[in-house]
């Protein structure tokens, strides 16, 4: 009920709590929801209703003391209930003219007591409890139920956070009853606006400058004057203020009758209305409505005005019909605006122009009259033009004389009416024309912005495919025709025939697909889904089912509107239709714009809906195996949608993630499939991985990668692959004995797809050390040595980043080099691959930590080819190449003369100290460290200006960059004056500040840096003065040998300083 009163129910005052419900039909609907509730409450959940309330609700009611019968003590003008909670308190209470009650129960009897009046006593309860939810549960439950997370388990969280455990259950169901109604009001509510015209800026202007027409003197005067109180329009259209315009306000007019008084109106989307009197604005007590609505200003005006009743219909005056089309092009168009966040003003641009368009055609053209305006090719496409754009269309194209204008007008008429599809040779072609019209497919703008730009999707049109000449159709196409005659021209029997004997053909062939299309099929076999008749839909749902499969033929479903009717048929009790609608569903929502469609109009929370069902048994019911039938269609249409960043945030809002670890654990294959295949594709969101690991499903997945079937297979590793980058989630995967299946999933080296996961997976769970150790005893490394060559990309990737993790192993290290493994690496280093090139850089450099290995990749050139990379664009290369030179450097024979073999290399490495990259810059001081060693290459680079570079690199605050720094300063103070050079530079405050940090290894290389510097006696003088003997004073007890030689030498060398100046001094 809360967010049905905030959001559905009407207000007189929209910014004040203590505002009264207006008397309009929807909230007279709402009210009789509400009462038919609290009615049935006591007999349905007879334990609900003895539930005590947080706080009473209170109001003031008509009802006295002689209303009450038994079970009431009544004293007085006061009545109490017998009924009392545990503390001894009545649980209804009537002091005239308040009344408190504290239950469902006591509430049930009040409205039946309260005979006539029961509307009335809804009313004001509501009135003066705007959050009833608050006072019935509390708070908390309020929170839970206004947030968009509203999945079972945070309601048990919400529940056991109270302070009555025993009462969690009730409250539970209480909240869910609560809920339910919620939703049903709301959904009721949205039904009924939707039926309401809505207005807009275009079409008041429109009117208002047809009633200006009928204000002049003489015979055929209607009205004596029509004016805005204010002339000033706003871009959108609007004459009111702003802060109106979020109201829905259009503009205020002042309307002078013949025969009345002046009206004062208020044009809204909702409609027309007399206002309190606005003569000019700022007038705020007369913005309050005083009158009916009514859905124009002609219907007002002959309400209030007999002789404008009179009148106005002896004048030529042509009152524009509504558009249903160009109402519902508002309703689609201004969602889009919002989902995109493009403005709305565009949107108005565009109806503005239809309503003009349309008024063009009903007037005459005059003689000399300017060009007639067309509709643009994209609105004939998407089926989006008016009932008179198509008709007009339709007389071109017939040629002079072959369609009737009655047939046109009768066409025109049933696309105005809301009537359902019958079967009779002319409701059909003219249920098309009026579907199209009401549900255009998708929308106008643009739908590149609206999911995420990694999805890899068949987005691009197909070439269009289609036989030279009539004479190379197959018999079947021209069979297939007749039928869709028979499908438009025939009652409800020959409807039925007709589809039964369209499924006898092979609907996968291609041919057979394009002529139930080319015929106008598609359109006929949606309209069916409008029927009442079951077997008419189960039938056009079979076909559309299996023609789906085309890719023009989705794409016609979704542009004739057929993906709304469908997610509409999701809420039907007929289990059957559920799950051909959601398999259907499935098929069609290949593209970004199908799947934007099935969002938008709620078919992301009824596609959830689905999976609630028992599978768990393995003999079922005849009932049980349909429920399951309809949760796999439902689990594979919600697999086909989550390629959707956004479909994946509704699924998680809808509750779809416990539904989904439940249907985890059937023991039906194809079940599974769709299941963990939506699992994998959403495991690419946090939210995703951390509930998968959290709900218990990765035991699940590890079971069920020693299925029989090898997709069911690939895609539990592809979301153990996805869910592995958390620690936790590896160390459940050996936990629950899943790495054994992993490895033996290796053999099937046919199938890629399986192959990339299982090699994905493996990699990410060989990040821990603990499972490095178990792929160890079952010989993985081999295997994944035996997959270096002739796999594709995807693949490699994921074999070289594994055994880049398990090089970290010494024995492994040995492994890999026993199996010749070093060659293909090192081959691996000239491919183009980005994602490739980081893992096979970590991997030769992890296996270049040992001496043997590096003789190896001496000998194939290898450190020349990580060189080489340093050029590459990524920084991740980059970075990954330099860290991977390192170990190359530091254990090859005649390291120095290596790297001076290298033309340009030096200076190359000098150069990437420019980059902004902190990865790129601790790997290259690391690499520099490493060169500095040698001396001729420390001259080299003390040319290319490396030690000014360093000392700018100095204000860092990574501890990382810090680090390798550091020991880039320590190598380089060592030629000629480069410790001068730091200490002129500024280098030696800001390293003073390192030992500061909490990371003992940056301690270790700054006291070495130090050391170095400090053997110049301006630089000791800048240590003294930023305070670092007191730092390295209490290095001096590390029980880091190097780190305390370093810093007492540093000392030592300041000490030296001091002493020589003082002896200098004072002799």
């Given at each position: 009920?809360?967010?049905?009163?905030?959001?559905?129910?009407?207000w007189?005052?929209?910014?004040?709590a203590?505002?009264k419900?207006e008397?309009?039909?929807?909230?007279?609907?709402?009210?009789k929801e509400?009462?038919?509730?609290v009615?049935q409450?006591?007999?349905?959940?007879?334990?609900e209703?003895k539930h005590?309330?947080?706080?009473?609700?209170?109001?003031?009611t008509t009802?006295?003391?002689?209303d009450?019968k038994t079970d009431?003590?009544?004293?007085?003008?006061?009545v109490?209930s017998?009924e009392?909670?545990?503390?001894?308190?009545?649980?209804?209470?009537?002091?005239?003219?308040?009344?408190?009650?504290?239950?469902?129960?006591?509430?049930s009897?009040?409205?039946?007591?309260?005979d006539?009046?029961?509307?009335?006593?809804?009313?004001?309860?509501?009135?003066?409890?705007?959050d009833?939810?608050?006072?019935?549960?509390g708070?908390?439950?309020?929170t839970v139920l206004?947030?968009?997370?509203?999945?079972?388990?945070?309601l048990v969280?919400?529940?056991k956070?109270?302070?009555?455990a025993t009462?969690s259950?009730?409250?539970v169901?209480l909240?869910?009853?609560?809920?339910?109604?919620d939703?049903?009001?709301?959904s009721?509510?949205?039904?009924?606006?939707?039926?309401?015209?809505?207005?807009?800026?275009?079409?008041?202007k429109?009117?208002?400058?047809?009633l200006?027409?009928f204000?002049s003197?003489?015979?055929k005067r209607?009205?004596?004057?029509?004016?805005?109180?204010?002339?000033?329009?706003f871009?959108?259209?609007?004459?009111?203020?702003p802060w109106?315009?979020v109201?829905?306000?259009?503009c205020?007019?002042v309307i002078e009758?013949?025969?009345?008084?002046?009206?004062?109106?208020?044009?809204?989307?909702?409609?027309?209305?007399?206002n309190g009197?606005?003569?000019?604005?700022?007038?705020e007590?007369?913005y309050e409505?005083t009158?009916?609505?009514?859905?124009?200003?002609?219907?007002?005006?002959r309400?209030r005005s007999?002789?404008?009743?009179?009148?106005?219909n002896?004048?030529?005056?042509a009152?524009?019909?509504?558009l249903?089309?160009?109402?519902?092009i508002q309703?689609?168009?201004?969602?889009?605006?919002?989902?995109q966040?493009?403005?709305?003003?565009?949107y108005?641009?565009?109806?503005?122009?239809?309503?003009e368009?349309?008024?063009?055609?009903?007037?005459?053209?005059?003689p000399?009259?300017k060009?007639?305006?067309e509709?643009?090719p994209?609105?004939?496409?998407?089926?989006?033009?008016s009932?008179?754009?198509?008709?007009?269309?339709?007389?071109a194209?017939k040629g002079s004389?072959k369609?009737?204008?009655?047939?046109?007008?009768k066409?025109?008429?049933r696309?105005d009416?809301?009537?359902?599809?019958e079967?009779?040779?002319?409701?059909?072609?003219g249920?098309q024309?009026?579907?199209?019209?009401?549900?255009?497919?998708?929308?106008?703008p643009?739908?590149?912005?609206?999911?995420s730009s990694?999805?890899s999707?068949?987005?691009?049109?197909q070439?269009?495919?289609?036989?030279?000449?009539n004479?190379?159709?197959?018999?079947?196409?021209?069979?297939?025709?007749?039928?869709?005659?028979?499908?438009?021209?025939?009652n409800?029997?020959?409807?039925?025939i007709a589809?039964?004997?369209m499924?006898d053909?092979?609907?996968?062939q291609e041919?057979?697909?394009l002529a139930?299309?080319d015929?106008?099929?598609?359109e006929v076999?949606?309209n069916?889904?409008d029927?009442e008749e079951?077997?008419?839909?189960?039938?056009s749902?079979?076909?559309?089912r299996?023609?789906?499969h085309?890719?023009?033929?989705?794409r016609?479903i979704?542009?004739?509107?057929?993906?709304?009717?469908?997610?509409?048929i999701l809420?039907?009790?007929v289990?059957?239709?559920?799950?051909l609608?959601?398999?259907?569903?499935?098929?069609v929502?290949?593209?970004?714009?199908?799947r934007?469609t099935v969002?938008?109009y709620?078919g992301?929370k009824r596609l959830?809906?689905l999976?609630?069902?028992?599978?768990?048994s393995?003999t079922?019911?005849?009932e049980?195996?349909r429920?399951?039938?309809?949760?796999?269609?439902?689990?594979?249409?919600?697999?086909?949608?989550?390629?959707?960043?956004?479909?994946?945030?509704?699924?998680r809002?809808?509750?779809?993630?416990p539904?989904?670890?439940?249907?985890l654990?059937?023991?039906?294959?194809?079940?599974?499939?769709p299941?963990v295949?939506?699992?994998?594709?959403?495991?690419s969101?946090?939210?995703?991985?951390?509930?998968?690991?959290?709900?218990?499903m990765i035991?699940?997945?590890v079971k069920n990668?020693?299925s029989d079937?090898?997709?069911?297979?690939m895609?539990?590793a592809s979301?153990?692959?996805?869910?592995a980058e958390?620690?936790?989630?590896?160390?459940l995967v050996?936990?629950?004995?899943?790495l054994q299946?992993l490895v033996?999933l290796?053999?099937k080296?046919?199938?890629?797809?399986?192959?990339?996961a299982?090699?994905?997976?493996i990699?990410?769970?060989?990040?821990?050390?603990e499972?490095?150790?178990?792929?160890?005893e079952?010989?993985?490394?081999?295997?994944?040595?035996g997959?270096?060559?002739?796999?594709?990309?995807e693949?490699?990737?994921?074999?070289?980043?594994?055994?880049?993790?398990c090089?970290?192993?010494?024995?492994?290290?040995?492994?890999?080099?026993k199996?010749?493994?070093?060659?293909?690496?090192?081959?691996?280093?000239?491919?183009?691959?980005?994602?490739l090139?980081?893992n096979?850089t970590?991997?030769?450099?992890?296996?270049a930590?040992?001496i043997?290995?590096?003789?190896?990749i001496?000998r194939?050139?290898?450190?020349r080819?990580l060189?080489?990379?340093?050029?590459n664009?990524?920084?991740?290369?980059?970075?990954?190449?330099?860290?991977?030179?390192?170990?190359c450097?530091?254990?090859a024979?005649?390291?120095?003369e290596?790297?001076?073999?290298?033309v340009?290399g030096l200076?190359?490495?000098?150069?990437?100290l420019?980059?902004?990259?902190?990865?790129?810059?601790?790997?290259?001081?690391a690499a520099?460290?490493k060169?500095?060693?040698?001396k001729?290459?420390?001259?080299?680079?003390?040319d290319h200006g490396?030690v000014?570079?360093?000392?700018?690199?100095?204000?860092?605050?990574?501890?990382?960059?810090?680090r390798?720094?550091?020991?880039a300063?320590?190598?380089?103070c060592m030629w000629?004056?480069?410790?001068?050079?730091?200490?002129?530079?500024?280098?030696?405050?800001?390293?003073v500040?390192?030992?500061k940090s909490?990371d003992?290894?940056?301690?270790?290389?700054?006291?070495?840096?130090?050391?170095?510097?400090?053997?110049?006696?301006n630089?000791?003088?800048?240590m003294?003065?930023?305070?670092?003997v007191?730092?390295?004073?209490?290095?001096?007890?590390?029980?880091?040998?190097?780190?305390?030689e370093?810093a007492a030498?540093?000392?030592?060398?300041?000490?030296?300083?001091?002493?020589?100046n003082?002896?200098a001094?004072?002799?």
């Amino acid at each position: 009920m809360g967010a049905s009163l905030t959001r559905a129910a009407q207000w007189t005052t929209a910014s004040s709590a203590t505002g009264k419900l207006e008397i309009t039909p929807l909230n007279e609907s709402l009210l009789k929801e509400i009462l038919r509730f609290v009615e049935q409450f006591s007999s349905r959940h007879p334990q609900e209703a003895k539930h005590v309330f947080k706080e009473p609700l209170q109001w003031s009611t008509t009802l006295v003391a002689s209303d009450f019968k038994t079970d009431y003590d009544i004293n007085g003008p006061t009545v109490q209930s017998q009924e009392k909670d545990s503390e001894g308190h009545p649980l209804l209470q009537l002091s005239p003219p308040t009344i408190s009650v504290h239950s469902f129960s006591q509430l049930s009897k009040l409205v039946q007591l309260a005979d006539d009046k029961k509307l009335k006593e809804v009313r004001a309860c509501l009135e003066e409890n705007r959050d009833p939810v608050v006072k019935i549960l509390g708070p908390s439950f309020a929170t839970v139920l206004d947030g968009e997370d509203t999945s079972v388990l945070r309601l048990v969280d919400k529940v056991k956070q109270g302070d009555q455990a025993t009462d969690s259950e009730v409250q539970v169901k209480l909240f869910l009853l609560l809920q339910h109604l919620d939703n049903q009001l709301l959904s009721n509510s949205l039904k009924q606006i939707s039926q309401e015209v809505r207005l807009n800026p275009a079409v008041v202007k429109t009117e208002v400058e047809l009633l200006k027409r009928f204000c002049s003197e003489g015979e055929k005067r209607v009205l004596k004057s029509v004016r805005y109180t204010s002339d000033y329009e706003f871009g959108n259209g609007c004459h009111t203020p702003p802060w109106r315009q979020v109201h829905g306000e259009i503009c205020y007019l002042v309307i002078e009758p013949c025969d009345t008084e002046t009206l004062y109106i208020t044009c809204s989307t909702a409609g027309v209305f007399l206002n309190g009197g606005i003569k000019q604005e700022g007038e705020e007590n007369a913005y309050e409505r005083t009158s009916d609505m009514h859905k124009d200003l002609v219907t007002l005006l002959r309400n209030r005005s007999p002789h404008f009743a009179e009148n106005i219909n002896k004048q030529d005056f042509a009152v524009q019909e509504e558009l249903p089309s160009t109402q519902k092009i508002q309703h689609v168009e201004s969602v889009d605006a919002e989902e995109q966040g493009q403005p709305q003003r565009s949107y108005e641009h565009q109806e503005k122009n239809v309503h003009e368009r349309a008024r063009q055609q009903h007037t005459p053209n005059k003689p000399g009259g300017k060009k007639k305006l067309e509709p643009s090719p994209r609105w004939k496409n998407l089926g989006l033009m008016s009932p008179y754009d198509k008709a007009e269309e339709k007389k071109a194209s017939k040629g002079s004389g072959k369609e009737k204008s009655g047939e046109v007008q009768k066409k025109m008429l049933r696309s105005d009416s809301k009537k359902k599809a019958e079967f009779s040779v002319s409701s059909l072609p003219g249920r098309q024309s009026s579907q199209k019209t009401k549900t255009p497919a998708g929308v106008v703008p643009v739908e590149d912005f609206s999911e995420s730009s990694s999805e890899s999707e068949e987005d691009e049109e197909q070439p269009e495919r289609r036989p030279e000449s009539n004479t190379d159709l197959p018999s079947e196409y021209w069979q297939i025709q007749k039928l869709v005659k028979y499908l438009k021209g025939g009652n409800q029997t020959a409807t039925v025939i007709a589809l039964c004997a369209m499924r006898d053909f092979n609907l996968v062939q291609e041919t057979c697909q394009l002529a139930i299309r080319d015929v106008g099929g598609l359109e006929v076999l949606i309209n069916l889904l409008d029927t009442e008749e079951i077997k008419c839909k189960i039938g056009s749902l079979k076909i559309l089912r299996k023609i789906s499969h085309n890719s023009q033929i989705r794409r016609a479903i979704a542009d004739l509107g057929g993906l709304q009717t469908m997610v509409k048929i999701l809420d039907s009790p007929v289990k059957d239709l559920k799950a051909l609608a959601a398999e259907t569903i499935a098929n069609v929502a290949k593209f970004r714009r199908a799947r934007r469609t099935v969002r938008q109009y709620g078919g992301i929370k009824r596609l959830v809906e689905l999976l609630d069902c028992v599978p768990d048994s393995a003999t079922l019911t005849a009932e049980q195996e349909r429920d399951v039938e309809v949760a796999r269609c439902g689990a594979l249409a919600l697999w086909s949608c989550s390629k959707s960043t956004r479909n994946k945030e509704a699924i998680r809002k809808a509750g779809g993630i416990p539904l989904l670890g439940r249907l985890l654990k059937s023991p039906h294959e194809n079940m599974l499939i769709p299941v963990v295949g939506t699992l994998q594709e959403c495991a690419s969101e946090r939210s995703y991985r951390i509930a998968i690991q959290t709900e218990g499903m990765i035991e699940d997945l590890v079971k069920n990668l020693s299925s029989d079937n090898d997709e069911l297979q690939m895609h539990c590793a592809s979301a153990i692959f996805k869910c592995a980058e958390d620690k936790r989630t590896r160390d459940l995967v050996r936990q629950y004995e899943g790495l054994q299946p992993l490895v033996s999933l290796l053999s099937k080296a046919d199938n890629k797809q399986l192959l990339a996961a299982t090699t994905g997976a493996i990699w990410k769970c060989s990040i821990s050390m603990e499972n490095v150790a178990k792929f160890q005893e079952y010989k993985a490394l081999e295997t994944l040595v035996g997959l270096l060559t002739e796999q594709p990309e995807e693949v490699l990737v994921n074999v070289v980043g594994a055994l880049g993790e398990c090089a970290q192993i010494p024995a492994n290290r040995a492994t890999i080099r026993k199996c010749g493994g070093i060659q293909p690496l090192v081959n691996l280093l000239t491919g183009t691959n980005q994602a490739l090139l980081v893992n096979v850089t970590k991997a030769v450099g992890a296996c270049a930590t040992e001496i043997d290995n590096m003789t190896i990749i001496d000998r194939l050139d290898g450190v020349r080819l990580l060189w080489s990379l340093l050029k590459n664009p990524n920084a991740d290369v980059q970075a990954s190449a330099a860290w991977a030179i390192c170990p190359c450097i530091e254990n090859a024979k005649d390291a120095g003369e290596m790297v001076r073999s290298f033309v340009g290399g030096l200076e190359l490495i000098v150069n990437l100290l420019k980059s902004t990259n902190k990865e790129v810059l601790a790997s290259v001081c690391a690499a520099i460290a490493k060169i500095a060693k040698d001396k001729e290459n420390l001259a080299v680079i003390t040319d290319h200006g490396v030690v000014p570079m360093l000392a700018k690199l100095t204000n860092t605050t990574d501890d990382r960059l810090r680090r390798h720094l550091a020991e880039a300063v320590a190598r380089c103070c060592m030629w000629g004056s480069n410790r001068v050079s730091f200490g002129e530079a500024g280098a030696v405050a800001p390293l003073v500040r390192y030992l500061k940090s909490k990371d003992s290894s940056v301690h270790q290389a700054t006291a070495q840096a130090l050391l170095q510097l400090s053997k110049d006696p301006n630089n000791c003088i800048t240590m003294h003065e930023n305070g670092v003997v007191k730092l390295l004073i209490g290095m001096m007890g590390s029980t880091d040998e190097i780190l305390q030689e370093a810093a007492a030498g540093c000392v030592a060398n300041i000490r030296r300083l001091a002493l020589a100046n003082d002896k200098a001094r004072y002799g």
